[in-house]
């Protein structure tokens, strides 16, 4: 008669506990109060089979089977199977891949060392690690090793040239090499023969691969381009110089480098008080001219780039050989559209939309749209130079409400990798760097 109540306060405790974590699940109450309720349903099933069996040892044996099979479950259910990506396996001395280094194949150039994308081994090195790529090419990637510049065969690692000058690779046109030399203490662009090394011709000034309100150079190896900005004199601000690669010698000479300049394609892009401008690099004459509501920010390099409106909330594209533009207007429900980054030289742009249900990154000149699941916040925290890939940061949330901080890698095609948990990440060419951990993004 009085047996069934015995069974009473102990399904009790688990239907409080059942109760607590469904209430977390239902109004996300976080991890607390799912934690004490997990720890009432496990002190309520072991109650119960303490009630139903008989000798220590078999209680012993089914209720240690009963919490690990609870705890294993709950678990689980937050954040899901163990998993364990890709990651290198690298000494903690060992440089990391950073805003210089760019792959040239299946390998990633970093200082002086090529690392295979997939294992992160070392296929060959030269120098040591103060040592930077200058530039990084399937053919032919040149290193500064500090005391000389090094052409080396990027699949064996074989030097083919040496020269003894050195700087930051600027632009090359696959023939020459423009380099920002600073050697003697006078900055000097030099050209150099990529065959073999030798100078083909050296102009004072200080070459850059752009014009951002003022010279600037990005974090990267030199970029790929006929032609190459030059100021000559520093004090005179905005004034600058169009040099031809392959001769060195100026075609355009009054290159307005105050507020935005550089070379898409073969068209000179210049901001011209409220319009976009298109020169021809061969003599400077103005192939168009289109209005612009903010022609200081130019994303893109292929056959249009993007401006933002004034609102930021849509976008124009700008056809660069003919200069005719169309306004561009984001998906329906978007709420607000936010360009990834100034730095977007790639011909594939990419802007983040806020929705009403949820994150998408949204390319402008295809249409494709990219969803990022399960994001509470997100933000993008900027662009590899050399390959276009974005870094995000953000967080989500799991079913009991809790936040993780979270990264992700995005690749120029369109392809979201899975979130890692962390911040501060970096994103270079196809590997995610959180702290010391990288993991290649197959």
């Given at each position: 008669?009085?047996?069934?109540?015995?069974?009473?306060?102990?399904?009790?405790?688990?239907?409080?506990?059942?109760?607590?974590?469904?209430?977390?699940?239902?109004?996300?109450?976080?991890?607390?109060?799912?934690?004490?309720?997990?720890?009432?349903?496990?002190?309520?099933?072991?109650?119960?089979?303490a009630l139903l069996t008989r000798g220590p040892m078999r209680r012993i044996v089914l209720s240690a089977g009963a919490v690990l099979?609870?705890?294993?479950g709950a678990v689980v259910a937050v954040t899901g199977f163990p998993q364990s990506p890709p990651r290198w396996n690298i000494p903690s001395d060992a440089q990391l891949p950073n805003e210089w280094s760019a792959r040239a194949g299946d390998l990633?150039?970093?200082?002086?060392?090529?690392?295979?994308?997939?294992?992160?081994?070392?296929?060959?090195?030269?120098?040591?690690?103060?040592?930077?790529?200058?530039?990084?090419?399937?053919?032919?990637?040149?290193?500064?090793?500090?005391?000389?510049?090094i052409g080396v065969d990027p699949l064996t690692g074989r030097e083919i040239w040496r020269s003894t000058v050195?700087?930051?690779?600027?632009?090359?046109?696959?023939?020459?090499?423009?380099?920002?030399?600073?050697?003697?203490?006078?900055?000097?662009?030099?050209?150099?023969?990529?065959?073999?090394?030798?100078?083909?011709?050296?102009?004072?000034?200080?070459?850059?691969?752009?014009?951002?309100?003022?010279?600037?150079d990005r974090f990267s190896p030199a970029r790929e381009q006929s032609d190459v900005l030059l100021v000559r004199n520093e004090e005179r601000k905005g004034s600058a110089e169009l040099l031809d690669v392959t001769e060195g010698r100026t075609t355009i000479g009054d290159v307005d480098c105050s507020v935005m300049a550089r070379i898409v394609g073969d068209v000179l892009l210049q901001a011209d008080g409220r319009t976009l401008a298109g020169r021809s690099p061969a003599d400077g004459q103005r192939l168009w001219s289109t209005p612009a509501e903010q022609p200081w920010d130019v994303y893109g390099s292929g056959s249009m780039v993007f401006t933002p409106t004034a609102d930021r909330r849509n976008l124009v594209g700008i056809d660069v050989t003919t200069g005719r533009s169309s306004r561009l207007a984001p998906p329906p429900g978007t709420r607000e559209v936010k360009l990834a980054s100034a730095e977007q030289r790639t011909p594939e742009v990419w802007a983040l939309l806020e929705r009403g249900s949820g994150a998408a990154l949204w390319n402008p000149g295809t249409g494709q749209i990219t969803e990022i699941p399960d994001a509470v916040t997100i933000r993008v925290e900027g662009v590899d130079m050399s390959s276009g890939w974005i870094r995000l940061e953000g967080t989500t949330r799991d079913l009991t409400g809790a936040k993780t901080d979270q990264c992700w890698a995005f690749s120029p095609e369109g392809r979201l990798s899975d979130p890692f948990p962390g911040r501060n990440c970096l994103v270079d060419d196809g590997l995610l760097k959180i702290q010391d951990d990288v993991h290649p993004i197959l």
């Open positions: 008669m009085n047996r069934p109540r015995r069974y009473g306060p102990a399904a009790g405790v688990v239907l409080v506990g059942a109760g607590l974590i469904l209430a977390t699940i239902a109004w996300r109450w976080g991890h607390l109060t799912y934690a004490i309720g997990g720890v009432a349903v496990v002190v309520g099933v072991v109650w119960v089979v099979v609870i705890v294993a990633i150039i970093m200082g002086g060392t090529a690392r295979d994308i997939e294992t992160g081994k070392v296929a060959w090195a030269h120098a040591g690690p103060d040592a930077t790529p200058m530039l990084v090419d399937d053919g032919l990637v040149v290193i500064d090793t500090g005391s000389s510049s050195t700087g930051r690779g600027i632009v090359h046109d696959g023939k020459i090499l423009v380099v920002a030399d600073t050697r003697s203490g006078t900055e000097a662009a030099v050209a150099l023969d990529l065959a073999t090394g030798a100078t083909l011709w050296r102009q004072n000034g200080r070459p850059v691969m752009e014009c951002d309100y003022g010279p600037t």
